[in-house]
Structure formats: C-alpha cells, structure tokens
C-alpha cells in the first residue's frame, strides 16, 4: 500500500499561514509600613500562535515571557511547541500534557516528547524537567523554604478511536538531591522524594446517549 499526497494544488495554497493570540499584562505593586518585596512595575507576555505550512504541518507554539520579583527570583521564559503531521506529533520545550489525572495530567515540564496514533492504536513518551530547583529564601518564612529539582519520564499505551478508548499510562519522577544545598539550619525540613504512577483510564459510548467512563491508578511513593 503506498500512501502520497495530492501536490496539484500545491501552488495555490499559501505557503505560511500565522494565527494564534497574545496578551499583555501588567502589575502594579506598592506596599505601606513594611519594605517593598516586589518592583512596583511587572509585566507578563503570553501567546499561542500556530504556524501552518501548505496547509500540511501544523506547528503550534506557546511562549511566555514575565518580570516579577526581581529581588527573589530570575526572570521567567517559557518557549515550547508541538508539530505534528498526520499521526505523528513531537513535543519540545515547555509542554503540558494530559495522559490521565491520576498520572500525567495539568503539569507543565521541560523536555522533549513524541506521541503517535496509526489507526486505534495510541502510543506516547515524554521525559523531562518536572520542576526546577529552587534556593533557600531566607526572608520567606515559609514551611517549605526550598524544592530540589524534579525529572521524570512518562508512558502510555492504548488502544481506541474518539470517545472509544482504553489506555495503560506511567509516570516516574524524581527529585535530584544533589540541586539543592541547603543552610544548616533548613536541612532535613524538606527530603527529596521519588514517586511512580501506573494508571489505567478508559471510555466506552453505547445506547448513542450513554458513555461509561474508568480510570484508575496505583501510586508508589517514597
């Protein structure tokens, strides 16, 4: 079986077509009695554009770009995108990606990912930086005063088309010991940790107006 694509009209298409969206926003801060903590001025970009090419691949894009508490933090990018061509897609850079909510689910890493769906056939891989690493702040005060840095690596295999699905997914991430050195005093108030997901989630429609719904998960925590 050999599978082309029709180039006939090729001409007529327009070779780079842009649309998305951005917005802009804007703090203002200022604080009475007590030291500032923040610059009184910040600003936050984000969009969502997507570039598509004859028609054929489509890229979409995510950025963000924002300035806030400069005193405390380093400033904060984000750049990512997802293209993908018939049943391929390839992940890179900050991506969020849902493959079940007991897993990997509304959690924004760095790294790098593919997922491919010939046919009813459903696969999926990504591995990445879950969380960076974050320093003691000593003027926080907070109970957790600092977070090691988080990488992790997740799966999924399944099978189904649109609402008719059955998937088995994983997820293990692990917080690096070694990205965070603690002052004497704030050691041992927080503990690296390990964690592995194996969850399985699935749906089936019957009777038109009926769908039944699973999803499960087993968690092993250290």
Do not use: C
């Not at 082309?4 to 703090?27: D, F, H, M, V, Y």
């Not at 933090?73 to 992940?91: A, D, E, L, V």
């Not at 990912?113 to 696969?123: K, M, S």
């Amino acid at each position: 079986t050999l599978q082309s694509q029709n180039l006939e009209g090729l001409s007529k298409q327009k070779p780079i077509l842009l649309s998305g969206g951005i917005t802009a926003r804007t703090i203002f801060y200022d604080a009475n009695g007590i030291p500032n903590r923040r610059q009184p001025f910040s600003y936050i970009f984000t969009g969502s554009p997507t570039i598509s090419i004859f028609n054929s691949f489509t890229i979409p894009l995510s950025f963000t770009y924002s300035e806030q508490d400069r005193s405390f933090r380093q400033p904060f990018n984000q750049f990512g995108m997802s293209p993908y061509y018939k049943w391929i897609t390839i992940h890179a850079g900050y991506r969020n990606i849902n493959y079940s909510q007991f897993t990997l689910a509304g959690h924004t890493f760095l790294g790098a990912g593919v997922e491919l769906h010939p046919g009813i056939f459903r696969f999926g891989f990504i591995s990445g930086r879950f969380n960076r690493a974050t320093p003691v702040d000593t003027s926080a005060k907070s109970f957790q005063p600092f977070t090691y840095s988080n990488h992790g690596t997740a799966a999924k295999i399944g099978i189904g088309k649109g609402v008719n699905l059955f998937e088995v997914s994983m997820l293990r991430a692990k917080d690096d010991s070694s990205s965070v050195h603690p002052l004497k005093e704030f050691k041992g108030t927080v503990t690296p940790a390990e964690n592995i997901v194996i969850g399985i989630n699935g749906q089936v429609k019957f009777l038109k107006d009926f769908t039944f719904a699973i999803e499960a998960a087993t968690s092993l925590y250290t």
